[in-house]
């Protein structure tokens, strides 16, 4: 079974800080890795998707990266904006076009 | 959201009640997911849906059921609810063209 975990769960950091978020995964044998964010109360929403075969995908100030010999992920969120708070969750497709979620990272940007 | 709706959002009932809740989607999708996120867990998979009343199971089955006689509408049905079913429920469905898994704004279920 897919175990996905986040770490760390919860970060603080000061406005215009650069940042990176960490997944690890245990079976190599993924279809594709996606990043969400979750916004309190509200559905989640797609960031960045990286495909088994790519390495990264880059959007604005992310940027995420897939390596699967050593079972991580990481985003990296450059000269973060306290529009940026926000839990951010990594999620892996296996068959079935199935998802298996992490628990998630809670940011917070401080003015 | 990829036109993604959930009804209703949010939803009282005591236990032993049945309860259903519906996801709508306006683009045709093919595959359509129901999720529940509850703190320490994350989200994990109840049942998905890869065509019209083509469904199967995921993580958390037991205790729900899912229909879909057309592609647009999914529907999760919790036969008897219990308290271990109080929860934020997600509905998602899966973008043809992209790969990516587009959410419904959830609905929050207490079962009292």
């Known amino acids: 079974k897919q175990e996905v975990t986040q770490i760390p769960a919860a970060l603080s950091v000061p406005e215009g800080e650069n940042l990176v978020l960490n997944c690890s995964f245990t079976d190599s044998a993924i279809y594709n890795l996606q990043w969400f964010r979750q916004d309190p109360g509200k559905g989640l929403t797609s960031l960045l998707l990286?495909?088994?075969?790519?390495r990264e995908q880059t959007s604005g100030r992310l940027n995420a990266s897939l390596d699967k010999s050593s079972g991580r992920s990481t985003l990296y969120i450059a000269a973060s904006q306290p529009g940026d708070s926000a839990t951010y969750l990594c999620a892996f497709t296996g068959g079935g076009n199935k998802l298996t979620f992490g628990t998630g990272t809670q940011l917070k940007v401080e003015l | 959201d990829a036109g993604i709706t959930q009804s209703p959002r949010h939803k009282v009932t005591e236990t032993g009640t049945p309860v259903t809740l519906r996801c709508h989607q306006t683009e045709n999708h093919r595959y359509m997911y129901w999720y529940r996120q509850d703190p320490g867990h994350g989200l994990r998979l109840i049942h998905y849906?890869?065509?019209?009343?083509?469904?199967d199971k995921g993580e958390v089955s037991d205790g729900y059921s899912v229909s879909r006689s057309k592609t647009e509408d999914f529907l999760l049905t919790l036969e008897s609810a219990t308290s271990s079913q109080t929860s934020v429920y997600f509905c998602?469905?899966?973008?043809?063209?992209?790969?990516?898994?587009?959410f419904g704004p959830g609905t929050r279920l207490t079962v009292l």
């Open positions: 849906s890869y065509g019209v009343k083509d469904t």
């Open positions: 990286i495909q088994s075969s790519q």
């Open positions: 998602a469905a899966l973008g043809g063209n992209t790969d990516t898994q587009y």
